[in-house]
Antibody
Framework: QLQLQESGPGLVKPSETLSLTCTVS????????WGWIRQPPGKGLEWIGS???????YYNPSLKSRITISVDTSKNQFSLKMNSVTAADTAVYYC??????????????WGQGTLVTVSS | EIVLTQSPDTLSLSPGERATLSCRAS???????FDWYQQKPGQAPRLLIY???NRATGIPDRFSGSGSGTDFALTISSLEPEDFAVYYC?????????FGGGTKVEIK
């Protein structure tokens, strides 16, 4: 059974860099796309970006200048770095697998999410 | 950027009733690249419908999706207690992906 687990600091200071890692177990990270999605408390979902196991990346244009998503196939992990964070970046951050379903692409497996609070 | 507007914000219904959720896109969207997700409190979203009308694995047939162009809908034919949740529509293309703001289906 595929499982994804987010890890990283739960508290980040304003202007600093948020760093999260998603560890994939139960399947190889190779072959699929993977993504990060966030959800501010009490609000809706926002796609952050996606990465293929080869390292090709796709970023939300509104966040592109501040984010880097990378993959480490040897550890079966992918990671998110977001710099210059503000309180607006406080959210639950989810990692998810993106796979092809017929002619579509879907997020079919998700991590449980991790709350990151930006505060001094 | 294509914006998805979901309506209503909240739908108050009783178990057994029919629910119809709407999602309108600011520009035409490919039917292949339009999905619905369900989210319950404290849980990650779960894929319900992909490609406008295809149920994901394990999703009961009381859930159905329809639409094209800029107007899409999710219908729950007869609400079960476990269906009370928030539903998000989502679209994507080669360069971006956006979610709607969500519709909460609550028990009346």
């Amino acid at each position: 059974q595929l499982q994804l687990q987010e890890s990283g600091p739960g508290l980040v200071k304003p202007s600093e860099t948020l760093s999260l890692t998603c560890t994939v177990s139960g399947a190889s990270i190779s072959t699929y796309y993977w993504g990060w999605i966030r959800q501010p408390p009490g609000k809706g979902l926002e796609w952050i970006g996606s990465i293929y196991y080869t390292g090709s990346t796709y970023y939300n244009p509104s966040l592109k200048s501040r984010i880097t998503i990378s993959v480490d196939t040897s550890k079966n992990q992918f990671s998110l770095k977001m710099n210059s964070v503000t309180a607006a970046d406080t959210a639950v951050y989810y990692c998810a697998r993106r796979r092809q379903a017929s002619s579509s692409w879907v997020f079919d497996y998700w991590g449980q999410g991790t709350l990151v609070t930006v505060s001094s | 950027e294509i914006v998805l507007t979901q309506s209503p914000d909240t739908l108050s219904l009783s178990p057994g009733e029919r629910a119809t959720l709407s999602c309108r896109a600011s520009q035409s969207v490919s039917s292949n690249y339009f999905d619905w997700y369900q989210q319950k409190p404290g849980q990650a979203p779960r894929l319900l419908i992909y490609g406008t009308s295809n149920r994901a694995t394990g999703i009961p047939d009381r859930f159905s999706g329809s639409g094209s162009g800029t107007d899409f809908a999710l219908t729950i034919s007869s609400l079960e207690p476990e269906d009370f949740a928030v539903y998000y529509c989502e679209r994507y293309d080669s360069s971006s992906l956006t979610f709607g703001g969500g519709t909460k289906v609550e028990i009346k």
